[in-house]
């Protein structure tokens, strides 16, 4: 009943992997490579792959992505690396995302234990969250020989990766090896903990060198049109119910409607129909000139077989019927369904955390730092794109920015000790 | 990134690692072999230095490649002959070298046309501080015949010319031996009699890779003419690595040392050459193809290697396989192993099926239905080209058998490692 929600598209083999590394340029200046958000070089591991060097393959990966075999299957690469690839000058770029899976299931496969932990340098740092963002910080932090302590208000790590992308793209498995890695590293996580609530920042503060707030934007948004109405649930609620469940939910009804157009939105769907809902309908605010979804996911999306309506925005709501107009011409539509999904748009709750969140779901500035010296901000509620690739950036990034301004300030206080 | 200690001692010298450039344009210059020391190469046989008086003149366009389907490179078909660059500027580059890069080893590769050009250049290099000297004595497209393989070929003339090197110089020699002769045997061993110290191999094979079909001449064609010229890159690395264990066979020879060429483009190759006793390993052709990088992979990929064999000195793997290749009478004749095909795995092409039929015993039945081969063992050999052929590796080596009235214990019988079939 499930096997069509939890099965993953199978991968490359030993052969077809080298047919298609076979297929790459190896580029001088390599731009897939600049155009990775978290610098996984995949012109360099690629090149392993190759010469025959799978385990350096991994090497490269994993020094410089924390969460390699995650990115390798959920990266909207089509707008990174495989967009500026120069194969697609003769056909289509090197599909540099299976590659990058091969190699780290080689990883698994091989029990590669690639990252060391640091010789411990005394200090320490908290993270709040412990989603991709988080994650990606405590790597980085604990090669250096921080300690470091994670706080999580949910009973598992992982953030989205957990709670949000479905299993038939991203399989927990994979996600929980991701994280045993970190754990195995020396990371501490402390689960069931609501930074805000059950421990507060000046805790933190108190007890660490610094603190970086990565809480993405954990909570999803509802038009008030559909407040209080028990037909309808959020998409991110929902995802998180089926990934736990393993896709074991008996409450689906025959037809289901989604409202969004984005990835979320298409992960909903493509969800609802892996677990044999007949007809669902998704009703997306964005026409497809200008739709928000990737090309790889609107195209799983229909071809599971949902119905996409473009353009239309909901303007009534009637217990389980919702009325929708579109957006530019003249055309109404009314759908009955006993199961309304809203995707449309997540958001931060940042309650007693001392950080300023803008409309767009983010801090109003570019950059890491915050009003306090102390505390940092990274992953989707920092400034640039929502991704996971772009959580590992931001992580990688602001734990360079830590580790410098402690390493600074050590410095500088040797120096005043030294002149005494 | 793994770190593990990839040195050698080869003639006394101390190579950090055993990659170095062969004798090639890939080490034409200061700046070249700069580029590449910085890359992560051990050092350099310098592109082949000649007596002042043979003037090099070359001809163009000068390669020609070898592909089989989709795939460059195969082979590579070079028409080049020895440094272009004047005596005094290659010498000037192999001391500023040595003064910038004390630690990379440099092999200055020469060339004479007869004694007294082969002391004397052998005297010039070791005043410019090359660290060993590399004789080309086999180069198959020089434009004289006393020089190159016309040389290498000659047992006396190989002896009279290292005895030569040798009293013009107190460096290491290698002897750099051609392929284009039946027994190196013979010609390796008179260089050591006349005073080399290892020998160096293979160069180019003697070859048409390709003819220009319309203007009927071999490839590359030359104002509507071709030539028969040296062939490199991985289609030579079965010669070259055949030669290496015969050199090492040889009564005598055992310790041989050898700087080991031809075909070398991953770790795996290099892995190869080291086994069959090679002490250090020099490459061209792949560099022409892919550049310098390529070092980085034969690195890591052996240090990884080394950590699977739970080794910290190649030293300890040097030669490793020697003594298990043998002549083809002395091989087990007693048993076969039969293909065990994966239907799970098999996607029903048929092509077992087809080269079993036609190049093989008619072993493979083919349901026609299922599309899905089965064995029949009363016909089938044992010989695997199905499981050669099959493009999923859905065949793999299954049940050992004695033949009728053979003696033996099939679980005793050491069939393939699972590096070859596994992931
Ligand atoms: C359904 C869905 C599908 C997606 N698909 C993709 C995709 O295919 N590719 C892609 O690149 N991106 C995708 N994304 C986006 C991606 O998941 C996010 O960009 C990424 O997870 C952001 O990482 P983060 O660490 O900033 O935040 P999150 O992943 O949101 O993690 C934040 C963590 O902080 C915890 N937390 C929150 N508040 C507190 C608190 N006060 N105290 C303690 N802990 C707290 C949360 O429980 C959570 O574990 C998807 C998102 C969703 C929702
Ligand atoms: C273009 C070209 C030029 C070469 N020039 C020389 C040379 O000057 N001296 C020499 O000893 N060998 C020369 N060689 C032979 C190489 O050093 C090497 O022995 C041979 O190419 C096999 O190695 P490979 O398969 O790695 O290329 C040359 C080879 C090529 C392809
Ligand atoms: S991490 Fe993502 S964007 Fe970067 S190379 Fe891998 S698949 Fe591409
Ligand atoms: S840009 Fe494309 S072809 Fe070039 S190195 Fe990267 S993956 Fe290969
Ligand atoms: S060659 Fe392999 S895949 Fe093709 S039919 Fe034979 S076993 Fe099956």
């Known amino acids: ?420 | 990134m793994i770190k593990k200690d990839l040195s050698v001692d080869f003639l006394g010298v101390h190579f950090e690692n055993p990659f170095l450039l062969s004798s090639s344009p890939v080490g034409n210059c200061y700046e070249m072999c700069a580029k590449a020391f910085d890359e992560g190469w051990a050092g350099v046989a310098f592109k082949t230095i000649g007596p002042k008086h043979f003037k090099v003149d070359e001809v163009s366009p000068r390669f020609d490649e070898l592909t089989k389907e989709g795939t460059p490179f195969v082979g590579f078909k070079n028409m080049e002959q020895i440094a272009e660059h004047p005596l005094e500027q290659n010498l000037h580059d192999l001391k500023k070298l040595k003064e910038n890069y004390p630690t990379k080893i440099i092999i200055a590769s020469i060339m004479g046309t007869n004694e007294q050009d082969w002391e004397e250049l052998a005297q010039l290099v070791t005043e410019a501080k090359a660290d060993m000297i590399e004789m080309n004595l086999s180069c198959p497209q020089m434009t004289s015949h006393d020089m190159g393989s016309d040389v290498g070929t000659n047992p006396e003339l190989v002896k009279k010319y290292c005895a030569a090197v040798r009293r013009g110089s107190d460096l290491p020699i290698l002897a750099k031996m051609t392929p284009n002769i039946t027994d190196m045997v013979p010609a390796a061993k008179a260089s050591m009699d006349g005073g080399a110290d290892g020998i160096a191999t293979i160069n180019t094979v003697k070859s048409i890779a390709n003819l220009d079909i319309d203007r009927k001449t071999a490839l590359p064609t030359v104002d509507g003419k071709g030539s028969v010229s040296g062939f490199s890159g991985k289609a030579v690395k079965p010669i070259a690595l055949r030669f290496i264990q015969q050199l090492r066979e040889a009564a005598g020879m055992e310790q041989l040392p050898i700087s080991g060429i031809g075909g070398i483009e991953t770790w795996q190759d290099a892995a190869e050459f080291l086994l069959l006793g090679a002490t250090t390993l020099q490459v061209t052709t792949s560099v022409m193809q892919y550049g310098y990088r390529i070092v980085e992979d034969m690195k890591n990929g052996l240090m990884h290697y080394m950590e699977e064999q739970g080794i910290d000195h190649l030293s300890e793997i040097i030669g490793a396989a020697n003594k298990s290749i043998v002549p083809v009478d002395s091989l087990n004749r007693d048993y076969k192993v039969y293909p065990k095909i994966d239907w799970d795995k098999c996607i029903g092409c048929g092509r077992c099926y087809i080269s079993c039929f036609d190049g093989a015993h008619q072993a493979i039945q083919w349901n026609e239905e299922a599309r899905r081969p089965t064995v029949d063992i009363d016909k089938c050999v044992g010989c695997h080209l199905c499981n050669l052929v099959c493009p999923v590796g859905a065949i793999s080596t299954g049940e050992v058998v004695m033949k009728p009235g053979r003696e033996g214990n099939p679980e005793d019988i050491k069939i393939e490692s699972p590096r070859l079939t596994h992931f």
Request: aromatic fraction near 6%; hydrophobic fraction near 35%.
């Open chain 1, 1 to 420: 009943m499930t096997k069509k929600y939890e099965t993953e598209a199978p991968g490359y083999t030993m052969t077809t992997v080298m047919e298609e590394a076979a297929r790459c340029l190896l580029c001088h200046d390599a731009p897939c490579s600049k155009a990775c958000p978290a610098d996984t070089d995949p012109a360099r591991f690629i090149r392993s792959v190759r010469f025959n060097n799978v385990k350096g393959a991994a090497e490269t990966i994993r020094e410089n992505n924390a969460l390699g075999a995650i990115c390798a299957r959920v990266c909207p690469t089509e707008k990174y690396c495989e967009l500026a690839c120069s194969r697609t000058g003769i056909d289509c770029p090197i599909d540099i995302g299976g590659i990058q899976r091969y190699v780290t299931d080689f990883e698994q496969a091989a029990k590669m234990d690639i990252l060391k932990q640091g010789k411990s340098n005394g200090k320490h740092i908290a993270i709040v969250g412990s989603g991709p963002a988080g994650l990606q910080v405590a790597t980085t932090m604990l090669t250096k020989g921080y300690a470091v302590d994670i706080y999580e208000k949910n009973e598992k790590a992982g953030g989205y990766l957990t709670y949000g992308i479905p299993e038939y793209r991203l399989p927990n498995d994979i996600v929980e090896y991701e994280i045993k890695r970190i754990i195995n590293l020396g990371a501490n996580i402390h689960y069931n903990t609501t930074v805000g609530d059950d421990i507060m920042m000046d805790d933190l503060k108190a007890n660490n060198d610094a603190v970086v707030v990565a809480v993405g934007a954990s909570e999803s948004k509802v038009l008030p049109m559909f407040a209080n109405n028990e037909n309808v649930e959020t998409a991110v609620g929902f995802l998180a119910r089926v990934k736990e469940a393993k896709g074991n939910i008996t409450d689906l009804p025959e037809n289901a409607v989604v409202i969004g157009g984005g990835d979320v939105a298409m992960d909903v769907a493509t969800t609802l129909r892996r677990l044999d809902v007949k007809n669902v309908t998704d009703m997306a605010y964005e026409e497809f000139d200008e739709f928000k979804a990737s090309k790889k996911e609107l195209k799983g999306t229909r071809e599971a077989g949902v119905t996409i309506v473009d353009g239309y925005v909901p303007t009534a709501v009637n217990g389980n019927e919702v009325t929708f107009k579109h957006r530019h011409i003249d055309s109404e539509m009314t759908i009955k369904s006993n199961k309304i999904i809203l995707a449309v748009g997540q958001r931060v709750n940042a309650a007693n955390l001392n950080i300023t969140i803008d409309k767009h779901e983010e801090v109003p500035y570019a950059g890491y730092g915050t009003a306090d010296p102390k505390v940092f901000v990274t992953g989707d509620i920092a400034q640039g794109d929502k991704t996971v690739v772009w959580a590992v950036r931001k992580g990688k990034e602001v734990a360079e920015q830590i580790d410098k301004m402690i390493m600074d300030k050590d410095k500088e206080a040797d120096l005043v000790g030294g002149n005494e």
